[in-house]
């Protein structure tokens, strides 16, 4: 492949490409893809370079706070406090490492992220078709593209089936490019070199086999990636109202620290002392960890969201998912097992089953011959491969295959069948035309056999045939068919007509009428068995699910009321009717509709719309390439990862790898658990940080003797400040948190309670302090403040870890359990473990300013360490009973 390629791509034939690429229809083999893949990289965009550990280490200190705090240890350390100076240095270190592993991380959980929803791609090696990760493709490469596909590498169209591709994030131009494989000889603009495709298009009709002639940052997208390679991680609306909250708080904690600092130099301490202890409140005060907790919190969520078959692509998704309070949701697949069975045939005026069907008969004939001609499926091994719909037409085929029917055996296998008609023309399925039609040569005759729903293919054909011949199509006879397509639908069924027509002309979507009608086919898709209870749980959580599906309105009413969708008083609209209401009338009526039968993907955009109009935060469910525009305006866009095109899973913010309607309301409780262990975090550290700030302000404002030395209050933060809060980001499921309303979108996490209760909390657990205080304080003859600060930072590290199982739940300690959270308990341990050591190991008691106390003293402690939590966890235990 060493060769110069003096001319572009599309300026050279297929031969020379494939000699040039080393490379031919068959593939390359997998040893020298492998070998090409060390020679060229995996086939993904570099990003900007990342931070190493070190250097996120070293920002940890690039704050501030911790300088000034690192300049007043050194000049304390001048005038004599060596010791201190250590301590301070050696805590801000192990901060500053704490602070780096959770940096690193959370960047790892969003890579991960990332790697979960990495499109596929279908390649031929070693003349194997077989599906891989985009990233593993190589220059050489074949590739087979359909609609719905990205366009993962850029290459030459070797050969095309009426490819049209949107190239806008290339170009900018909306519009569909119609592609060829013929080669070009003139030197053009990239928009008009219609015979490659660039990575990072998208595949919206017909199909192709490229050559890859370029991967990774050699694209064309690569090239320009540069440009426009925003690596940095948009905040989500949390994390930025959160950030926008700290910012604010740290103002007001540095007011608070001045004020402190004018009032210990007042009282006479000395300038670096005061500068000292200053500095080291607002450096335990302002809670820097908030940011990073969130982060994790939200990304451990996701992770967990993963294991339950919901792929979250963005950060941002996991709140809205919490507050989602409408959910559109597919029928077919993901309320539905997509396992279609073939129940009852209407052919010849009248109902059968397959296996009275009679190959003796033209007209039955003919049916069967439409369900395997005009259909792209296949069974393997007893496997179907592509649409159900299609497979269980084929399988119903190789029921009657077998059979002996009057002495007669159907000789031709449905292979035999397609090779001796051979497909001429097609014009695949779309859910838009709901048809799809091929052309065989049938006894010498070009022959168009359709399929698709019944009102759209009744309406294009003009004659029907019967056992004994053919006939117009009359009132009576239209009247007859869609009455029987009435009783199929009423039972739930799912039915298709199907017609042929001989006819030289070419086939075209203009062309796609005049048929004769042969037969109508139903088929049975049952509910998922956790459909049901899947939407029960929905219902109960305050969230309305919407079935919005392709098929008949009668079909999607009868399965919507066997899962509990559709209620008496509902109403159901087809996609037409939705198009006749003005937006208006639409408003009066979405609340009534439950069922959305024959809808366009444009019909799903306006429901969306229309629900948000409402104010409501809708999820909407698509797998199609048109449904991407929907899924976009979403606020929560569900992609299915096993039906569903990689188009739309581009455009969704969360992927069903089931494709399972209950893991859209398993990941929404999800979504409300990390919001709520998120608050509770928050909760937690800034109720625990308000307490030492209200027993400094307090011990300030009465000229009192300083209640924690600078290195206590760096311990307070280093031990009682990350760990616990990230435990109680780690809490489970509440069993609950689907029994209550979904969360006002608008509201932020500080509403009027939230702070009430930080307030009221934090005010409790100060006041143990100041009482331990004034304990120490007074407890001898002489005033001792040594014993008093030791006193009260005892109670206050204490305090806080044990509040840390407090802001666990909502819900008392009887009802969770310490055993529901060992992460929790685990940060507890090892804190409880460190305090004891400060307060009882001799050396370690010297380096944070700490004496030793009567064991009543110690009691004391204890007493009002525990006192917050018991009456914390008594109003929970109250409010428990009372619920
Ligand atoms: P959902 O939107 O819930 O997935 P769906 O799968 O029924 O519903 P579509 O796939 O858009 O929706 O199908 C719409 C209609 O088109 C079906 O009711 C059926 O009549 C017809 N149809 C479906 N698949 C095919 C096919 N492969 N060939 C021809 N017609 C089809």
């Known amino acids: 492949m060493g060769e110069e390629v003096a001319m572009a791509w599309y300026q050279k034939d297929r031969a020379e490409t494939e000699r040039l690429l080393e490379s031919s229809s068959k593939g390359l083999s997998k040893k020298e893809a492998a070998k090409r893949l060390c020679e060229y990289g995996p086939n993904a965009l570099v990003e900007a370079e990342k931070k190493s550990a070190l250097r996120i280490f070293l920002e940890q200190f690039a704050d501030l706070m911790v300088l000034i705090l690192i300049v007043a240890a050194l000049v304390s350390a001048f005038t004599g406090d060596v010791e201190s100076m250590l301590v301070i240095v050696s805590v801000l270190v192990l901060n500053a490492v704490l602070g780096t592993i959770q940096h690193v991380k959370a960047e790892k959980s969003l890579e991960s992220l990332k790697a979960l929803s990495s499109p596929r791609a279908k390649v031929i090696r070693g003349g194997v078709k077989m599906e891989i990760d985009s990233a593993q493709l190589v220059p050489g490469d074949m590739v087979s593209y359909e609609a719905g596909d990205m366009v993962v590498a850029d290459g030459r169209i070797l050969e095309n089936f009426s490819l049209q591709v949107n190239e806008s994030s290339l170009t900018g131009e909306s519009a569909n490019v119609d592609k060829s494989d013929a080669v070009i000889k003139e030197e053009l603009a990239l928009a008009d070199r219609i015979n490659m495709v660039y990575s990072g298009s998208l595949v919206t009709y017909g199909r192709a086999n490229v050559m890859v002639t370029a991967t990774g940052m050699e694209t064309e997208i690569g090239?320009?990636?540069?440009?426009?390679?925003?690596?940095?991680?948009?905040?989500?609306?949390?994390?930025?109202?959160?950030?926008?909250?700290?910012?604010?708080?740290?103002?007001?904690i540095m007011v608070i620290s001045i004020l402190v600092f004018g009032l210990c130099m007042w009282r006479g301490m000395a300038l670096m002392n005061s500068l000292l202890f200053a500095v080291a409140l607002a450096v335990a005060a302002i809670p820097e960890a908030l940011s990073s907790i969130v982060t994790i919190v939200q990304a451990m969520g996701t992770q967990k969201m993963a294991k339950e078959q919901a792929i979250i692509k963005n950060l941002a998704a996991v709140e809205s998912l919490g507050c989602v309070s409408v959910i559109c949701s597919d029928k077919t697949g993901t309320l539905t097992q997509n396992k279609m069975t073939v129940q009852e045939i209407y052919v010849g005026d009248r109902i059968c089953r397959?296996?009275?069907?009679?190959?003796?008969?033209?007209?039955h004939r003919y049916l069967l011959y439409a369900a395997v001609l005009a259909n792209d499926s296949a069974i393997v091994d007893g496997e179907g491969i592509g649409d159900p719909t299609e497979y269980s037409l084929l399988s119903m085929y190789r029921n009657i295959q077998g059979l002996d029917l009057d002495g007669d055996k159907l000789a031709l296998s449905d292979h035999l069948l397609r090779s001796m008609a051979a497909r001429l023309e097609e014009i695949p399925f779309d859910s838009d035309r709901k048809l799809m039609s091929s052309k065989h040569l049938i006894h010498g005759r070009q022959t168009v056999f359709t399929k698709g729903a019944v009102d759209v293919l009744l309406d294009r054909c003009v004659f029907i045939r019967l056992e004994d011949g053919i006939y117009p199509m009359t009132e009576e006879i239209r009247g007859k068919i869609l009455a029987q397509n009435e009783a199929f639908s009423a039972q739930g069924l799912r039915v298709l007509a199907f017609a042929?027509?001989?006819?030289?002309?070419?086939?075209?979507?203009?062309?796609?009428?005049?048929?004769?009608?042969?037969?109508?086919?139903?088929?049975?898709?049952?509910?998922?068995?956790?459909?049901m209870?899947?939407?029960?749980?929905?219902?109960?959580?305050?969230?309305?699910?919407?079935?919005?599906?392709?098929?008949?309105?009668?079909?999607?009413?009868?399965?919507?009321?066997?899962?509990?969708?559709?209620?008496?008083?509902?109403?159901?609209?087809?996609?037409?009717?939705?198009?006749?209401?003005?937006?208006?009338?639409?408003?009066?009526?979405?609340?009534?509709?439950?069922?959305?039968?024959?809808?366009?993907?444009?019909?799903?955009?306006?429901?969306?719309?229309?629900?948000?109009?409402?104010?409501?935060?809708?999820?909407m469910t698509g797998d199609g390439v048109n449904d991407a525009p929907a899924l976009k305006k979403a606020d929560i866009g569900v992609?299915?990862?096993?039906?569903?095109?990689?188009?739309?899973?581009?455009?969704?913010?969360?992927?069903?790898?089931?494709?399972?309607?209950?893991?859209?309301?398993?990941?929404?409780?999800?979504?409300?658990?990390?919001?709520?262990?998120?608050?509770?975090?928050?909760?937690?550290?800034?109720?625990?940080?308000l307490s030492a700030i209200i027993a400094v302000l307090y011990t300030s404002l009465l000229a009192l003797p300083i209640p924690f030395a600078a290195v206590q209050l760096l311990f307070i933060n280093l031990v009682t400040d990350s760990l616990p809060a990230l435990a109680i980001g780690m809490e489970p499921s509440d069993p609950d948190v689907l029994r209550r309303k979904p969360r006002d979108p608008k509201q932020g996490i500080l509403t009027r309670d939230f702070v009430r209760l930080l307030i009221g909390q934090g005010g409790l657990i100060a006041v143990c302090v100041i009482a331990a205080y004034w304990?120490?304080?007074?407890?001898?003859?002489?005033?001792?403040?040594?014993?008093?600060?030791?006193?009260?930072?005892?109670?206050?590290?204490?305090?806080?870890?044990?509040?840390?199982?407090?802001?666990?739940?909502?819900?008392?300690?009887?009802?969770?359990?310490?055993?529901g959270n060992w992460y929790s308990l685990g940060a507890f341990v090892l804190g409880f473990t460190l305090v004891l050591?400060?307060?009882?190991?001799?050396?370690?008691?010297?380096?944070?300013?700490v004496v030793a106390l009567s064991q009543n003293q110690y009691l004391e402690i204890l007493g009002l360490a525990l006192l917050?939590?018991?009456?914390?966890?008594?109003?929970k235990l109250i409010r428990d009973r009372r619920e």
């Open 223 to 252: 090239k320009i990636a540069g440009l426009m390679n925003d690596t940095k991680e948009k905040k989500t609306p949390l994390q930025a109202t959160l950030d926008d909250f700290s910012g604010k708080l740290a103002a007001a």
């Open 354 to 363: 397959d296996r009275e069907l009679d190959v003796s008969k033209q007209l």
């Open 500 to 531: 042929y027509k001989e006819s030289e002309e070419k086939l075209s979507r203009e062309n796609e009428r005049d048929f004769i009608f042969l037969g109508l086919i139903s088929q049975m898709d049952p509910p998922r068995e956790e459909s």
């Open 533 to 619: 209870e899947a939407v029960a749980r929905a219902k109960a959580a305050g969230i309305r699910t919407v079935m919005i599906t392709g098929d008949h309105k009668v079909t999607a009413t009868a399965i919507a009321r066997a899962i509990g969708i559709f209620a008496e008083e509902d109403e159901a609209r087809t996609g037409q009717e939705l198009d006749a209401l003005s937006d208006a009338e639409l408003d009066m009526e979405i609340e009534r509709i439950s069922v959305y039968a024959r809808v366009s993907p444009e019909n799903k955009i306006r429901i969306v719309d229309a629900w948000q109009r409402k104010g409501k935060i809708v999820s």
């Open 639 to 689: 992609a299915m990862g096993i039906t569903g095109t990689e188009v739309s899973k581009d455009a969704a913010s969360m992927i069903l790898a089931d494709d399972n309607f209950a893991t859209i309301i398993k990941a929404v409780a999800n979504g409300r658990t990390v919001y709520n262990n998120i608050r509770n975090a928050v909760l937690y550290l800034l109720s625990g940080n």
């Open 775 to 819: 304990l120490g304080l007074t407890g001898s003859s002489a005033e001792n403040a040594a014993a008093a600060s030791t006193m009260a930072f005892a109670t206050l590290t204490l305090a806080r870890l044990l509040h840390g199982f407090n802001c666990r739940s909502r819900h008392s300690l009887l009802q969770i359990g310490f055993a």
């Open 837 to 849: 050591m400060v307060l009882f190991l001799a050396p370690v008691m010297r380096l944070f300013s």
């Open 868 to 875: 917050p939590t018991l009456l914390i966890q008594l109003v």
